[in-house]
C-alpha cells in the first residue's frame, strides 16, 4: 500500500513538473508573438510615412 502511495505521489510529481513546463514554453510562444506583433505593426507605421512624405 505504501508503495502505491508513493507511485502516485512522484506521478503528481510529475504531472507538475510538465505543466510546469508546458505553460513556461506558452508563455514565451504568446510574448514572442506579442513582440513579432508589435514589430509589425511599428515597421508598417514607418513605411506609411515613407510613403505619404514621399508623395
Known amino acids: 500500500m505504501k508503495r502505491n502511495a ?3 505521489i512522484e506521478y503528481l510529481f ?3 513538473a510538465v ?5 513556461m514554453a506558452a508563455r514565451v510562444v ?4 506579442k513582440n513579432l506583433n508589435e ?3 511599428n515597421y508598417i507605421t ?3 510615412k515613407q510613403i505619404l512624405e514621399d508623395l
Do not use: E
Request: hydrophobic share 60%; net charge positive.
Open 6 to 8: 508513493q507511485g502516485a
Open 14 to 16: 510529475m504531472l507538475a
Open 19 to 23: 505543466l510546469v513546463l508546458v505553460l
Open 30 to 33: 504568446l510574448n514572442g508573438t
Open 39 to 41: 514589430a509589425i505593426s
Open 46 to 48: 514607418q513605411v506609411r
